[in-house]
């Protein structure tokens, strides 16, 4: 059974960091690549972060390059999200997905569709 499972969301104060974590299981995710999405109630699921496979290349939205960093583990099947200097507009529930393309250039790593498994989510609140 294929999962993916993130972990590490909670309650924090703006400037906080925070690591949030995807397992995979059920499938090897070397091959695929990783994205992070955040959703926030009554808005379509926006593209965080993406992590190519093997993990040399990465991507990352406008409004969180330079604070947010993801990276993969393939030996644990595992992909961190780490979020630093939190605002109150991360305020989201982050998804983690896996899609295997042949190609992932430009911003297809935005698109929801390109990714065939997702996680249930969890839920990051940035309030002070």
């Known amino acids: 059974q294929v999962q993916l499972v993130e972990s590490g969301g909670g309650l924090v104060q703006p400037g906080d960091s925070l690591t949030l974590t995807c397992k995979a299981s059920?499938?090897?995710?070397?091959?695929?690549?990783i994205g992070w999405f955040r959703q926030v109630s009554g808005r379509e699921r926006d593209g965080v972060a993406w992590?190519?496979?093997?993990?040399?290349?990465?991507n990352y939205g406008d409004l969180v390059k330079g604070r947010f960093t993801i990276s993969r583990d393939d030996a644990k099947k595992t992909i961190y999200l780490e979020m630093k200097n939190l605002t109150n507009e991360d305020t989201a529930v982050y998804f983690c997905?896996?899609?295997?393309?042949?190609?992932?250039?430009?911003?297809?790593?935005?698109?929801?569709?390109?990714?065939?498994?997702w996680g249930q989510g969890t839920q990051v609140t940035v309030s002070s």
């Open positions: 992590i190519s496979p093997g993990g040399s290349k990465s």
């Open positions: 997905a896996a899609g295997h393309r042949r190609s992932w250039s430009g911003s297809i790593w935005r698109r929801a569709l390109e990714y065939g498994y």
């Open positions: 059920g499938f090897i995710p070397d091959v695929y690549g």
